[in-house]
């Protein structure tokens, strides 16, 4: 068993502000398959393939806890894009020794960020 993606929802329309947001965490846009799903949103791949981030379009709010986390090898230089480009980024608790913290796409789609050491590597 293993985990094949998360969704996040974005407003109507909004794909787009979101796209540099995950591409910049190292994320590739795939194409989406042409039937079964929705034509609006995006699908990302994580480095491997194996994994994927679906941002699909609803109206409606998000539950405000509402997250999904991934662990980055080099949290620093993560944190830096993500700051230089505007992007919000607020240090947390450490878990298990690794550093950790959280962000936002453009939208409000929480994502924490988790340093790829200890249990987490």
């Known amino acids: 068993m293993r985990l094949h993606h998360v969704n996040v929802v974005v407003a109507p329309g ?13 994320l590739k846009r795939v194409d989406k398959p042409t ?11 994580f480095p491997g393939g194996s994994t994927q981030v679906h941002v699909s379009e609803k109206p409606g709010e998000r539950h405000p806890e509402q997250h999904f986390a991934m662990t980055v090898d080099d949290l620093d230089a993560v944190v ?12 947390k608790a450490r878990i298990a020794g690794a550093r950790r913290g959280m962000t936002a796409d453009p939208e409000g789609n929480a994502v924490e960020l988790v340093e790829a050491i200890g249990p987490f590597a």
């Open 14 to 26: 909004r794909t787009e502000a979101v796209v540099p947001f995950y591409e910049l965490l190292g």
């Open 80 to 91: 830096w894009r993500l700051t230089a480009s505007g992007h919000p980024w607020a240090p």
């Open 35 to 45: 039937q079964g799903v929705d034509q609006t949103g995006a699908w990302f791949d």
